[in-house]
Every structure is written in C-alpha cells, then in structure tokens.
C-alpha cells in the first residue's frame, strides 16, 4: 500500500530561521508525492509535487522539498521562515485505486511560525 | 482560472432535514472529488468520479448522496445525518483521473454542523 507518515504533530520555528517539516513514504514502485499547506478554516492549497528527476523540487511561497530515496523522504524545507507561514502541513502519495488515482494523506504537521 | 467554488460557506441542518452542498469548475479537469474533514485530521476521501461517473465510494453511508449532473459540477445531497457528520466538506478536482502526477485543486469547503 501507498502511504507516507509525518512524525511530527507540531513545529515550532522563529521567523527568520529556516524550517523542516518531515515526511516519510513507503511505496512500491515510484513515488508521485505531493506537498498540500491549509490555513485556517480554508481548503488545502498544492506547494509542489515529486514525479521524477531533480531530487530538489521548488514550489509556491519559497518552499522547496528534498527527495531522498535511500531515506525515503520527501521533506518540506523553506530558508527563512514567516509568521504567515503558519499553517497546517500535509505530504501525501498518489495511490492507485479501482480506476485512476487516489491521494494518501499524512496526519498532518502543525507549523506555528513565531515573531 | 484555477478555481474551485463551493457553496454554500457555512451550513446549520438538523437531522431530519434536506440539503445539498456543490461544488464547481472551470478547469476543464475530468476527476472530482468530496472528502470529509476533522479538525486538524487529514481530508478523508469520500467519493471521487472520473469522467462524470463514480468510480470510488470509500463505504461512505447512504445518507451521503452524490452527483456529477456534468463536468463542471458537483452536488453532494444529504439526508438523516447525524451530529458526528458535522465537518468541513471539502471539494476537489484534477486534470485526468488515470494520471498519478495530477495535482488535486482544492475548494475552500463547506462548514457544516448538524444539530
């Protein structure tokens, strides 16, 4: 089964510093991985996605991701970080299903961004 | 134009009552989609449809009803709910249901509580 883990409930980060928000997948065969951000009483918004290629992907609002196979991570990073960052951070895979593609979301890690 | 509406915003019924929630793009995307959220939990897919027909029903009770009268929309109809459906609702949509990589675009919900 297609399923990533996020180990973290809850990141704490001064603004200024950079962040990591961690994501682990087990898959068989390769891994489409995504990175979904939701705000207070919004819905999720895409960051960025991993099909193949460059182990670094850039997304929206500075963030980048680092995939790494031999770890089997796919972790949100971004160099400084704001207050507005603050938000609700989900990973997830892309899985099949009974005809197409379904995502597999992780638990969700809590990014609180502190002035 | 990227966006996914819903409506309505916000939804008080009461359990015998009728309503429906709907959702709508102009994408051109070919898969649609309705998850159920808890606070601070990840979006739980309920159903998704592929080219206007439902292709997943992930055991959701019959209370939930849905419907994809074309490809640009999406109604969920509900009936007899209970206090525990009260949740976020949220509509999604993607480019072609067969593609793994096909990022999910995300409505801002629907609130609704079922007193």
């Known amino acids: 089964a297609q399923s990533v883990a996020q180990p973290e409930d809850q990141v704490n980060v001064a603004e200024g510093n950079p962040l990591t928000v961690k994501c682990t997948y087990s898959?068989?065969?390769?891994?489409?991985l995504f990175w979904y951000v939701q705000y207070p009483n919004r819905g999720l918004q895409f960051l960025l996605k991993y099909i193949t290629g460059d182990n670094l992907v850039k997304g929206s609002y500075g963030f980048e991701a680092e995939f790494n196979k031999s770890q089997t991570s796919f972790h949100l990073k971004k160099p400084s970080a704001l207050v507005s960052d603050s938000a609700l951070y989900f990973c997830a895979v892309s899985a099949p299903s009974n005809s197409g593609y379904a995502l597999n979301f992780g638990k969700g890690t809590s990014l609180l961004v502190t002035p | 134009d990227t966006e996914v509406t819903q409506t309505p915003k916000h939804l008080v019924m009461g359990m015998t009552n009728k309503k429906s929630l709907k959702c709508e793009q102009h994408m051109g995307h070919r898969a649609m989609y309705w998850y159920k959220q808890k606070a601070k939990k990840p979006p739980e897919l309920m159903f998704v449809?592929?080219?206007?027909?439902?292709?997943i029903n992930e055991s959701v009770p019959s209370r939930f009803s849905p419907e994809c009268p074309n490809s640009s929309l999406l109604n969920l109809h509900l009936h007899a709910l209970q206090p525990e459906d009260s949740a976020l609702y949220l509509c999604?949509?993607?480019?072609?249901?067969?593609?793994?990589?096909?990022?999910?675009?995300f409505g801002p919900g629907t609130r609704l509580t079922v007193t």
């Open positions: 898959v068989s065969g390769n891994p489409y």
């Open positions: 999604a949509s993607s480019q072609d249901p067969l593609a793994a990589l096909d990022e999910q675009y």
């Open positions: 449809y592929s080219y206007e027909k439902l292709s």
